[in-house]
């Protein structure tokens, strides 16, 4: 495994680093690669085999998945490159641990790797660092924990515990040093109502960060100014995008045990789903066991009966006419069918960012497909866990 390595890396990858100005990736989109990256792995859940990780076949997957600067791939390449009877550079960031590779690490790994080629755009006032800073102290908890018995963490047969005091701790430290101070109150929120000295296992931990990944998106953007319209686009059709909280599903009712304490309103942490209004109509796309039905539904804007609306981004007028909606709308309609539906792949994100093409007023948001894009994972990452973790949050049998 050599230099050359670094130089598979997608050139789409590193076009879309280089987006908007050429400043690199953000955070989010970072975490958002390594978590794709993660589950092309085959993991189980929050871990996965060391051995199997460690392999020439997987470490080049990653190393292809890494977005990088071309004036950086020698230096990404270094991070690869094996030497006899060594393991690489990369591997030794993972911090293997009794035969496993725990998520937060690779996400730590794969994130700090993307910065030794370039490729993160150089942002502090940004929550997605904040987390990853959140991420890493709490990594040094767990870490400190195995010389100091008298942590807030516990360590119990080769399995890490954070308390509850310990975690609110943190997430106070995070709000004094933050630009978004209330992001990190709201946070903490999520934790009240449970004792101080419960524990959390390092599954839930990671459960709650990659939950707090997508909010911190929907939070800096809360407050997005809607486009001034041209005279031109003033008479076209207002076309704007609704986002939910998948609050009423029951696998992510499931999720919200831990994300969120009772009384908290909006659930702070899930999976997300969005939905297109144009023409006093808003359009989305789900899932359907039968072949015969379509995926695509037309509901009243923002009351989908199994979500909680969340916020609005506009996204202009279209120049299309009404009869132009109406056969966009049912050439979808024969394109989505429900049972064509996948959580990750083909979802209700990736309807409404088709659909708004076709009005031409552009893709959606990318940080709305990213928000998406991993709440889903965090499901499909408790699905695939070890039956104990998944009836500790919440799955009690295989069938759920």
């Given at each position: 495994l050599s230099f050359a390595i670094s130089l598979h890396t997608p050139k789409r990858v590193w076009q879309r680093a280089m987006a908007g100005g050429g400043q690199g990736l953000n955070s989010g989109s970072v975490a958002e690669a390594a978590l794709t990256t993660w589950f092309e792995l085959d993991p189980e859940g929050y871990a996965i085999d060391a051995a199997s990780i460690s392999k020439t076949p997987s470490l080049r997957r990653i190393a292809a998945s890494i977005p990088c600067r071309p004036a950086a791939a020698a230096e990404l390449g270094r991070l690869f490159a094996e030497a006899e009877g060594e393991s690489t550079i990369f591997y030794q960031m993972l911090r293997p641990q009794d035969g496993k590779v725990q998520f937060l690490y690779f996400w730590k790994a794969f994130a700090e790797a993307a910065r030794i080629a370039g490729a993160v755009a150089i942002d502090t006032e940004n929550l997605s660092v904040e987390l990853e800073m959140l991420r890493d102290r709490i990594l040094r908890c767990v870490e400190e924990a195995l010389l100091d018995d008298t942590s807030s963490v516990g360590t119990k047969a080769s399995k890490t515990e954070l308390s509850v005091g310990g975690l609110q701790q943190e997430l106070g430290r995070a709000s004094s040093m933050s630009a978004y101070p209330e992001f990190w109150q709201k946070a903490a929120d999520c934790l009240k109502g449970r004792e101080e000295a419960e524990s959390l296992s390092l599954e839930e931990v990671t459960t709650l960060l990659l939950s707090w990944l997508p909010d911190a998106s929907l939070f800096e953007h809360r407050t997005d100014a809607p486009p001034t319209p041209t005279p031109a686009q003033a008479g076209g059709l207002r076309v704007l995008l609704h986002v939910y909280d998948v609050s009423q599903e029951s696998s992510i009712q499931k999720i919200n045990k831990v994300l969120a304490y009772k009384h908290f309103p909006l659930k702070?942490?899930?999976?997300?789903?969005?939905?297109?209004?144009?023409?006093?109509?808003?359009?989305?796309?789900?899932?359907?066991?039968?072949?015969?039905?379509?995926?695509?539904?037309?509901?009243?804007?923002?009351?989908?009966?199994?979500?909680?609306?969340?916020?609005?981004?506009?996204?202009?007028?279209?120049?299309?006419?009404?009869?132009?909606?109406?056969?966009?709308?049912?050439?979808?309609?024969?394109?989505?069918?429900?049972?064509?539906?996948?959580?990750?792949?083909?979802?209700?994100?990736?309807?409404?960012?088709?659909?708004?093409?076709?009005?031409?007023?552009?893709?959606?948001?990318?940080?709305?497909?990213?928000?998406?894009?991993?709440?889903?994972?965090?499901?499909?990452?408790?699905?695939?866990?070890?039956?104990?973790?998944?009836?500790?949050?919440?799955?009690?049998?295989?069938?759920?």
């Amino acid at each position: 495994l050599s230099f050359a390595i670094s130089l598979h890396t997608p050139k789409r990858v590193w076009q879309r680093a280089m987006a908007g100005g050429g400043q690199g990736l953000n955070s989010g989109s970072v975490a958002e690669a390594a978590l794709t990256t993660w589950f092309e792995l085959d993991p189980e859940g929050y871990a996965i085999d060391a051995a199997s990780i460690s392999k020439t076949p997987s470490l080049r997957r990653i190393a292809a998945s890494i977005p990088c600067r071309p004036a950086a791939a020698a230096e990404l390449g270094r991070l690869f490159a094996e030497a006899e009877g060594e393991s690489t550079i990369f591997y030794q960031m993972l911090r293997p641990q009794d035969g496993k590779v725990q998520f937060l690490y690779f996400w730590k790994a794969f994130a700090e790797a993307a910065r030794i080629a370039g490729a993160v755009a150089i942002d502090t006032e940004n929550l997605s660092v904040e987390l990853e800073m959140l991420r890493d102290r709490i990594l040094r908890c767990v870490e400190e924990a195995l010389l100091d018995d008298t942590s807030s963490v516990g360590t119990k047969a080769s399995k890490t515990e954070l308390s509850v005091g310990g975690l609110q701790q943190e997430l106070g430290r995070a709000s004094s040093m933050s630009a978004y101070p209330e992001f990190w109150q709201k946070a903490a929120d999520c934790l009240k109502g449970r004792e101080e000295a419960e524990s959390l296992s390092l599954e839930e931990v990671t459960t709650l960060l990659l939950s707090w990944l997508p909010d911190a998106s929907l939070f800096e953007h809360r407050t997005d100014a809607p486009p001034t319209p041209t005279p031109a686009q003033a008479g076209g059709l207002r076309v704007l995008l609704h986002v939910y909280d998948v609050s009423q599903e029951s696998s992510i009712q499931k999720i919200n045990k831990v994300l969120a304490y009772k009384h908290f309103p909006l659930k702070f942490g899930g999976v997300f789903h969005a939905g297109v209004e144009v023409n006093a109509m808003e359009w989305c796309f789900g899932f359907s066991a039968s072949k015969t039905h379509p995926g695509v539904s037309c509901i009243q804007p923002k009351t989908h009966p199994q979500h909680h609306y969340r916020q609005t981004v506009d996204m202009g007028y279209t120049k299309c006419s009404d009869a132009d909606v109406i056969e966009i709308v049912t050439q979808l309609l024969e394109e989505y069918p429900g049972d064509d539906y996948d959580l990750l792949r083909r979802n209700c994100c990736h309807f409404a960012d088709d659909f708004t093409r076709r009005l031409g007023v552009g893709g959606i948001p990318g940080w709305v497909m990213r928000l998406a894009k991993v709440g889903a994972s965090v499901d499909s990452m408790i699905q695939s866990a070890p039956k104990p973790i998944r009836q500790r949050l919440g799955y009690g049998s295989d069938s759920d």
